[in-house]
């Protein structure tokens, strides 16, 4: 029977659109395809390591107040900054031969005020003893590329389009590179995240790089919702028309 923390992980990994693994085992098992890889490997508390020490920091200084699992999270007027780091897992790891210890890093906007027509009474976000939102919707999102791609081996990726992929960071089953990549993960997040979260922080700047992205539903929603927490009755009327 799955308990309510295991509900919360699925929920985030179906909203970040990953394989959220459990952390039982802490090792991660071989699996018949891989028998060329050395017999050692490491687990989730390696990589858990490396971020704690170099990845983590940044984020802290960078106004990112509360750290929970792989995630951080940011606190503004109108909204909540989330990058989150998670583990490809072994389901991704047999699909694409990336290992299970390989990563994504995901940074994302939550609006509070904005609600889900399926869900008119807010049930769907709830909030941790931390104050944290739990299985809520990212309303807009970017996923990080690698910054130094050329600094990954990527062994026993057969398909050309996912050895080529630059959103996962490659883990060896050894842990031999994992600081490498936290270290290249460190230089992504520094050169990227700043500039996009900036986007999102004012209500209104962000209002307007919403409007620039295709017409659709989703959009007009969010739009109607942005000029009702803005008090612009005009652009309310506007983006509540094209809803309908």
């Not at 883990?171 to 490498?180: A, F, L, T, Y």
């Not at 922080?201 to 803005?230: Q, S, V």
């Amino acid at each position: 029977m799955i308990n309510l923390n295991e509900k919360i992980k699925n929920g985030l990994g179906t909203i970040l659109g990953i394989s959220i693994q459990s952390k039982e085992p802490e090792k991660v098992e071989e699996s018949t395809a891989t028998s060329a890889y050395p017999s050692k490997s490491v687990g989730t508390s390696e990589v858990n390591k490396a971020l704690k020490k170099h990845f983590f920091p940044v984020a802290r200084q960078s106004g990112f107040t509360k750290v929970k699992g792989k995630s951080c999270y940011k606190y503004n007027k109108s909204s909540v900054f989330v990058v989150s780091v998670e583990a490809v897992g072994k389901h991704f790891s047999d699909v694409t031969g990336f290992t299970p210890l390989s990563f994504m890093c995901t940074l994302g906007v939550f609006f509070p005020f904005i609600i889900n027509k399926y869900d008119q009474e807010g049930t769907g976000v709830g909030y941790d003893k931390d104050g944290l939102p739990v299985a809520f919707p990212l309303h807009q999102s970017l996923r990080l590329q690698n910054f130094n791609f050329s600094k990954q081996a990527r062994h026993g990726i057969a398909n050309p389009a996912e050895s080529d992929r630059k959103d996962v960071w490659f883990v060896e089953r050894d842990g031999s590179n994992v600081e490498d990549m936290v270290h290249d993960l460190l230089q992504a997040f520094e050169a990227n995240a700043g500039h996009w979260f900036t986007t999102y922080e004012n209500l209104e700047l962000a209002f307007k790089e919403i409007e620039k992205e295709r017409d659709c539903p989703g959009k007009f929603e969010k739009l109607y919702y942005m000029a009702t927490e803005l008090q612009n009755e005009a652009l309310e009327a506007l983006y509540k028309a094209k809803m309908s």
